[in-house]
């Protein structure tokens, strides 16, 4: 508290960040980032040319990076944004789009960002739980009119919905923006950049820091109609005009040419998914299907806290939830081979 | 317009960013960037480590850039903020302390962007006119007791407000919070962060995009009491979370540690300044005394217009302010001796 504070500044609560260890000898398996550096293209094009020219603005308009994500999707540049980060794209789309009366629809198990902003700008919201198998259910979504917001796969359940249901959802809600998240779309499932030309109201969100390896650079975009676009560039000069710098425009550039690095990384990521699916599976764990680069598996006898902080002591990091539905699971990121062989090594001997 | 934006998005003006021509053959002396590459310890410190890195978070804290710059200024981290640019810290400071009852004071010519945030987050303002020699006078800022946001040196005039006059404007007003945006101060001014210890209203922004050559990069920060960085971290953490990234964060760090560079560096564009100033007064330019890397130069029968058309014709961009009192002048950053060459060179010719 302080006389010299808005009265707004007193209303917030301090925000704690994730726990983000700095000890190398950790296996972090904790917040869903890739095992593998991005690609060889990011480091090169980080040059003596590059570094002089810090010395200029950056195109505040990220042209080249947008050029290259609208030709990518078979899109025009018009039909891109560009922001720090998708969780930037993401709170810019909230101001955009749902802060209006309706309320904005999302699962009960979802990022936990959502309820976040919603709170933060004053935008209603109703819960739609998860079925028991911890899907999406588009029949769910059909009776009202307001906006929606869901993760495709979700996260943290990592469950996929496929383009049909998709479609069906988007059918039923043609009135107010569907906005699908796909932070982890690469690492298996099918976007909904295809049904972009018959649906207008649907933005679709993507990010550099998952599948391209760049978490951290904070790159993130949106895919979407001429008009969804335009507004959201009306809120991001409005309220938060900050342009990706320089580094972080050539950087994600570089990543994004380079296709034969992207293919293989997310398929060496989904090969150790597969593998560290069938290792839990085989010790008790009930494993989630999953489309991302993290599985979410349902302790032996539920006992999801005791592992958590198990591993913890002996430095493997994972994600535990305390809330309903999952405080018997723990979210594992998918590490490299030889990480997730350490971390089943000590799941036998701590389940022992 | 459109059925899915919000309210809020249609009384938005969209924003056109200041031009940033591309073509290298331009001699651009429009928005005070540096003539000058960064640091060679920016270009070392892009290392394989560093892009193999990008894969994960970056600290969301900056916490090795704020400890150096604390520890540059005498202060704890506590004191300092750090932000995406120094417009990124600006917003938020109005935001944390300039949306209250009492009007924010600031000059009649300053930076642009005061009056925008006011607008932006509804901010009550009163404008107080430079006096005749465009200097701020403290005595005009006594009267009230509403917050200050005041750059020093200022823009765009170039004139700067000694230590001893900073302090009387701050002992005349301790009651609300006094910024002085310090985004020139390395060129010949004096630094209001020695005023720190005897007053927790002050809050002092600088940014590495001028002297320290990083505009590409994007970092700003701010030194104040421990009770307003923690004001600025508490909206900061609520409405723009997003980090620096971590390219941004080490080439900032790099940038700070390299001292010789920096005195180096700004030795030479002063150095510059004071032969342009003396060309320019040469040729009839009433010329402001300036203390950043630009001056504020009224042109030869006021016709500054007709100067900045015919230099633009020519590819030498500068800037114009179609505005009251500033009118008859033009805004000329300071570029590197060929550039200030060619510019002298094209005024001879066009004022012939």
Redesign the interface.
């Known amino acids: 508290m ?8 007193h209303t ?4 704690v ?1 994730g726990e ?1 260890p ?1 000890h190398v000898e950790l296996t972090k398996l904790n ?1 869903n ?6 690609s060889p293209r ?2 090169a094009v ?1 040059d ?1 040319a590059a ?11 990220s042209g080249a990076l947008k050029a290259a994500l609208a030709a990518r999707a078979g899109l025009a540049p018009e039909n891109v944004f560009i922001g ?2 998708s ?2 794209v993401l ?1 810019l789309a909230f ?6 009366p309706e309320p904005l629809r999302f699962p009960d198990l979802t990022y936990g960002f959502y309820p976040v902003y919603c709170k ?1 700008f004053g935008i209603a919201s109703r819960i739609v739980p998860l079925n028991a198998a911890f899907e999406v259910d588009p029949a769910d979504y059909a009776a009202e009119s307001g906006p929606i917001v869901l993760p495709n796969p979700n996260a943290p359940t990592g469950r996929a919905l496929p383009l049909e249901q998709l479609e069906r959802l988007l059918a039923a809600n043609r ?3 569907v906005l699908i998240d796909e932070a982890y779309v690469d690492f298996g499932a099918e976007s909904a950049v295809a049904l972009l030309a018959e649906h ?2 649907l933005l679709v969100v993507q990010t550099f ?1 998952k599948s391209r ?6 790159v993130g975009f949106a895919y979407g109609s001429a ?2 676009i ?2 959201l ?3 991001k ?7 990706l ?4 425009q050539a ?1 994600a550039l570089a990543a994004l040419e380079d296709e034969d690095y992207f293919r293989d990384c997310i398929a060496r990521v989904m090969a150790t998914r597969e593998w560290t699916v069938a290792e839990l599976t085989r010790r008790g764990f009930a494993v989630l299907p999953s489309q991302t680069n993290f599985v979410l598996a349902r302790v032996p006898n539920g006992r999801a806290r005791a592992l958590f902080e198990q591993l913890r002591e002996v430095g493997v990091l994972v994600r535990y939830f305390d809330r309903p539905r999952l405080h018997e699971h723990l979210r594992i990121s998918i590490g490299t081979d030889a990480e997730m062989r350490r971390l089943i090594e000590e799941i036998d001997r701590l389940l022992d």
Chains 1, 2 share one sequence.
């Open positions: 302080s006389q010299y504070w808005s009265d707004l500044v917030l609560q301090p925000y960040p983000q700095r917040t980032e890739n095992p593998y550096p991005p990011v480091r980080l003596d570094v002089d020219a810090l010395r200029l603005y950056p195109d505040p308009d720090n980060g969780d930037d709170a101001m955009a789009f749902f802060k209006q933060l009135e107010r923006v207008p109201q820091s390896s760049l978490a951290g650079l904070r008009e969804l335009a507004g560039e009306r809120v000069d409005s309220f938060n005009s900050y342009p710098d320089r580094l972080a950087g």
